[in-house]
């Protein structure tokens, strides 16, 4: 008799590994039916125009392991979307990962049976462009504190796949019994109307608009107390429980503000930000910066200090082989070997090299670019994010990637690679396009993209689409190299 109960899925497809280790396991094989794959590939996030598919380990696999899986796995992610386009777009590449991604995906394209399209699905969704851009074209935007609210409160607490951040519970802005604070942390669920207001917000503009904010809720009480009537009572009750929610959320949100404020009036915090500004005004490849090496020698947070360090090599093109010697020495001597791994595995990925730097010699197959000459072809003006935090209601454009994007937006992606793909079906071409207007673009940020960017994005004056393989920040680019 069958004593089998479980149905397995994987997401988004099993691999022939891990159902080889499922068989090492006689007591949990035996009580397996089947075996499938879920291709669920695309995530919702809290940002309502972003798509993620959840792979942070793309980049290191690809420069340490060399897995190409990754850049197939995200073709056969894109192909799913496209599908279900009414037309088949333009396709645009930049950069080595993106080419590789559209090269499978013309070959999975070619290989599917011919299907007539159905010019009434989707009219919604007008893509005229697919857009590929590799992360590693602008590794430098990564390392920078970003400026927006929700950028901060990624950078800070961590924004997980499901919108939450979880605060230390000594500091956690919900009015909680003290017996339930007895928990390590506490969770914030960002997918909420009130956050939705304030994540493109620089932190400046935070407190003006949850003023705002408080100021409709006063008036909606005031309202309430002038009903004179059983209709004008009854519409009022109706949208009661949409205001205790906005009430509650905009109280938890104030206070996270505050959390916020607190965190970046610390020394070290401000110390960062100003070594930060110091770097981007005036790179200097030979020279060790004073803060890097005291935080060093007095063991502080090491994410944040190799923050600066790739800051300061990318900036320079590379550090003078003393400089980076001195730096390797005090990590070990600090923190540690592991932490010595850790950075060889940034060199591999050319976040961080001396100025005699050899591709050939360290294998690197990805060599991030010269930023001064990039800085200088796309005319990216480098904004003073201290003062753009403490002023700025919208957020300017501190992000080189995005100027790239902005750049071929407005010139129709004329320094873009592009691929071309054999129609789908063979009327393909007598669709039109209905409406201008409407046509949007969709880009697929391949290695990552920080919120503070989508932001910005947000905020170009086009219809865009956008869907990444990850949201980052610094931390969570480091991080991924520590397997």
Known sequence: MCQCSVHLFFIPEKTYTLTERLKDDKSVWDKICTIKSLPVNWFPSEQSSLISM??????????????WNFLFQCAKALKQLVDQFNRLPNFYSKGKWSLRILEIMKKQIESTPKKALDSTKNEFRNISDVVLIDRWIDPLTPMLRQSTF???????????????????????PDDKPEKSKKEEFEEIQLNDQVYEQLQDLSVGGVALKLREIVDELKGEELQRKSLDSVAQYKNFIAKLPNVVVKRKSTGIFMRLAGVVQQRESDDFYR???????????????????????????EMREINSILRLIILQSLISNGLKSSVLQTYTKLIVQSYGISELKLLLKLQLAGLVKDENFCEKRWDVSYTPGNFNQLIRKYKFVLTDLDEL????????????????????????????????????????????????ENKQTLIFVIGGITRAEMSILNSLPFKIFCCTTDFMNSNDLINSFRF
């Open 54 to 67: 959840d792979l942070p380990q793309l980049p290191p696999q690809l420069f340490i392991n060399g897995d």
């Open 271 to 297: 110390g960062l930000l100003r070594c930060e500004q110091e770097i981007m005004r005036n790179p200097q490849h030979d020279k060790i910066h004073p803060f890097i090496e005291n935080s060093l020698i």
């Open 150 to 172: 929700g950028g901060v409160c990624d950078e800070l607490f961590g924004i997980d796949s499901r919108g939450i951040i979880k605060i230390p519970a000594e500091e956690s």
């Open 389 to 436: 935090r403490k002023t700025e209601v919208k957020i300017g454009k501190p992000s080189l990637l995005i100027r790239i994007l902005e750049e071929g937006l407005q010139k129709e992606w004329i320094d873009f690679n592009k691929t071309l793909m054999e129609t789908t079906t063979e009327n393909n071409s007598n669709f039109q396009q209905k409406d201008e």
